[in-house]
């Protein structure tokens, strides 16, 4: 057992759970206050069921023996059962299969904690949780298998370059959160009322926290503590700040000002684009991507208003649109001498072949990713229902769903407790709107 390596993964792993909370924090101050404990508890209730759901088979069937062909692992490896002295990795850089198992589940909590985004402030809590087990199950771990085992489909058949999870995090994310909020329905009153974030500092701090998490994601990937894991950290810190710049350029020209909503959400979108690439592009590249994915999620934000979708914290646009142009630009910008189990990319002498398989697992990741989570949404709507009554959406779903409220609003008067669930006459609609997820 490399003992550097294992102590790199496990930090990883927490950095990565850390992320999930930061999360809770950035979805609960970009929504009304009286929804926001609820949104949190969407968010944080998946560190419970997404675990016991890896440890009981996801694991297994994510990185388990593969018979399949690349589509699915097997069963051997339930409950991690036998696996406490077991190393996996290559000679030199071997590390324990429960560091493995522990990185990977974290990546699986954030990718389902990212949907409660998409249908916020309208969602009921334990159909959620219901729902959040099932896809996790039918969705995610197949998509884990594809591309983050050696076996899967994306690895091991169409060779991608997907070093941090473009496809099975933030494209599956996109796609998963258009179907489900298809399937969920419009808020009350949504477009013609916008609801504000009801609390900025808190937005601030959970993306700052989001941004210190993806370290983890991105360089722990390497899983090991080697030049791959600084060249990709290099990338993250890099991406992170062109991507709130690009944003907040998108938001200049179009708006007149700049927002720290936007700074936080240029910052996600960035971080976004550089998940696939962190570890098979140089830093002038990384840099160019964060940019370019800021300014793109910038600019999608608002086609939910054109085709009438109502995804509430613009979990589609950063995480979907992030994760396709952060694949695409890969296909153009990675270099075999950053990581030579990579490719190049078509701007590196690689031609197209690269470009064409990233294009084809998009095309794959989005297809298998929509379709099944529209199923899986209708079949827990139509059982038990998934969307809150309307009742219940205009009390709030704090009061409603958990009988709590995030804030004494009889202390603070009337005059300031309306301030906290209705927009502003003034307030313009860029900074009323609700604005994006992460991870």
């Not at 290559?90 to 560091?99: D, E, L, N, S």
């Not at 996790?136 to 594809?146: K, S």
């Not at 009801?198 to 390497?222: D, E, K, Q, R, T």
């Not at 086609?303 to 979990?315: A, H």
């Amino acid at each position: 057992m490399n003992a550097a390596d294992t102590t790199w993964v496990l930090v990883g792993s927490a950095l990565v759970m850390f992320m999930t909370p930061g999360l809770a924090l950035f979805y609960g101050g970009m929504i009304r206050a009286k929804s926001v404990l609820n949104t949190m508890a969407l968010t944080a209730a998946c560190l419970g069921v997404i675990s016991v759901i890896w440890v009981a088979f996801g694991f297994s069937l994510a990185f388990g023996p593969d018979h399949s062909g690349g589509f699915i692992g097997d069963l051997s490896q339930s409950g991690l059962h036998g696996l406490a002295t077991t190393l996996t990795g290559p000679p030199g850089h071997r590390i324990p299969v429960f560091a493995l198992a522990s990185f990977q589940l974290m990546f699986a909590i954030i990718t389902v904690a990212l949907l409660a985004g998409a249908v916020a402030e309208r969602t009921r809590f334990w159909p959620f949780l219901l729902f959040a087990a099932l896809w996790v199950t039918v969705i995610y771990i197949p998509l884990a298998h594809w591309v983050f085992d050696p076996s899967g489909w994306f690895s091991a058949k169409l060779h991608i370059d997907d070093f941090a999870g473009g496809t099975a995090v933030e494209t599956d994310s996109g796609a998963a959160a258009l179907a489900l909020a298809a399937v969920v329905g419009k808020r009350l009153g949504w477009p013609r009322e916008q609801s504000r974030p009801h609390n900025l500092p808190m937005v601030m701090l959970g993306a700052g926290i989001l941004w210190f998490g993806w370290f983890g994601f991105n360089a722990g990937s390497a899983l090991a503590a080697d030049g791959l894991a600084a060249t990709a950290f290099v990338n993250t810190m890099l991406a992170g700040g062109t991507g709130m710049l690009g944003w907040l350029v998108v938001e200049q020209m179009r708006d007149g000002k700049p927002t720290t909503l936007g700074a936080a959400s240029g910052m996600v979108a960035g971080l976004v684009g550089i998940t696939p690439a962190c570890g098979f592009v140089e830093p002038i590249a990384g840099a160019a991507i964060g940019l370019l994915a800021g300014a793109a999620c910038a600019l999608a934000v608002t086609v939910k208003y054109r085709l009438g979708y109502d995804d509430s914290l613009d979990v589609v646009a950063v995480h979907g649109v992030g994760g396709v142009i952060g694949l695409l630009l890969t296909g153009l910008l990675a270099a075999g001498a950053v990581n030579p189990a990579g490719g190049d990319g078509l701007f590196y002498g690689g031609g197209i072949t690269l470009l064409g398989h990233q294009a084809l697992a998009v095309v794959a990741t989005i297809a298998y990713s929509a379709i099944g989570t529209f199923g899986i949404a209708w079949l827990v709507q139509k059982t038990v229902g998934l969307r809150a009554g309307e009742d219940d959406e205009r009390m709030g779903l704090d009061e409603a769903q958990h009988a709590e409220t995030a804030y004494d609003h009889g202390r603070l008067g009337p005059h300031l407790s309306a301030l906290h669930s209705a927009p502003h006459p003034d307030t313009p609609r860029r900074a009323q709107a609700s604005r994006p997820s992460n991870p």
